[in-house]
């Protein structure tokens, strides 16, 4: 059961406050092109594996599920919440956590921090509490994000922000960045369209993840002078492009015209902490940026879009960490 949940707060230090960091509310205008970018997105992908351009944005369409619906409901997280449709969501959340009792109590934590909120973002944590990413070790997993004027925001911030979190909290045994990006991986055969994820060095030990093969990276794989670049594909990439090759480990191939070395594969149905995710591919963040030429983005509080998701220490409550951060 994943315990993925949005925690508010400003982490001690001096650092500035960081409501104007982010927009009290997100436009429509925005939310829809974030929809219309995630099926261009997977229709590019199934382009790539041979379906012609009108049967790949049907499929895309069909995966991403009723475009109208999650509209619908975004648009009605920025008007008044039916009372009628809190309680439906409540009368629901607790038919699901009365099957887990052991996680009844924080879970219950998480739905009172959405009330304050609005019942899209509740939808969103009830997906992730019920339906975790398969391969994840999820008991413990905390994703980060942000509350203005008891305002749920997107769980996403900046680098530096991350770096102050992972350094000071005492509460969270670890803590990943990672950020959704694109690539073209060029092969001897073509190249393909491809999801994937810019990550910390620690993603997949936080994550709980075994390889199904190879390793993840080291931390000198991981620096900005990091002295080539490496990346954990999905097992369903090494089925597909690579037909399951046992020398994968090592193989060499471009990712967005750099050379980079295949280091490891992710266990079988693992394709990204969200659900829905399908990424083929994870690199480190910082050795990217550098080949990219976009180490600015890395020192600006203001940037991002960066994700966090972290795990709480043994023995922390949800409480302990919402109180320390």
Not at 276 to 296: C, F, H, K, T
């Amino acid at each position: 059961m994943a315990l993925l949940v949005e925690i508010g707060g400003m982490i001690d230090g001096g650092a500035a406050p960081r409501r104007t960091m982010f927009r009290r509310h997100r436009r429509a205008a925005d939310f829809s092109e974030e929809i219309d970018a995630h099926i261009a997105l997977e229709t590019d992908r199934l382009t790539a594996e041979g379906m012609s351009p009108a049967e790949a944005r049907l499929d895309a369409r069909r995966r991403f599920g009723n475009v109208t619906a999650v509209r619908e409901r975004f648009y009605e997280s920025h008007r008044s919440i039916w009372l009628d449709q809190l309680l439906q969501d409540l009368r629901g959340a607790s038919r699901v956590l009365t099957k887990s009792p052991g996680f009844t109590a924080t879970a219950v934590a998480l739905i009172a921090l959405v009330i304050g909120g609005n019942t899209t973002i509740y939808s969103i944590v009830h997906a992730l509490l019920t339906k975790p990413a398969p391969g994840i070790a999820a008991d413990g997993l905390v994703s980060l994000g942000w509350m203005v004027d008891k305002q749920q925001v997107h769980p996403a911030d900046s680098y530096p922000n991350y770096v102050d979190v992972a350094s000071q909290s005492r509460t969270l045994s670890s803590l990943l960045a990672f950020q959704f990006d694109r690539f073209t991986l060029t092969l001897h055969d073509g190249s393909y369209a491809i999801h994937g994820g810019q990550v910390s060095t620690n993603y997949f030990d936080t994550l709980g993840l075994r390889l199904a093969k190879g390793r993840s990276f080291t931390p000198e794989e991981a620096r900005l002078d990091a002295s080539g670049l490496v990346g954990v594909i999905s097992y369903r990439l090494w089925q597909e492009r690579f037909e399951g090759a046992e020398d994968i480990v090592g193989r060499a191939v471009l990712l967005n015209g750099h050379p980079a070395t295949v280091v490891g594969v992710a266990p079988p149905r693992f394709q990204g902490v969200w659900l829905n995710e399908s990424a083929d591919v994870w690199i480190p963040m910082l050795a990217y940026a550098r080949l990219q030429g976009r180490e600015a983005p890395l020192s600006d509080r203001s940037g991002g879009p960066i994700a966090m998701v972290g795990r709480l220490r043994s023995a922390v409550s949800l409480s302990e960490a919402q109180a320390e951060l």
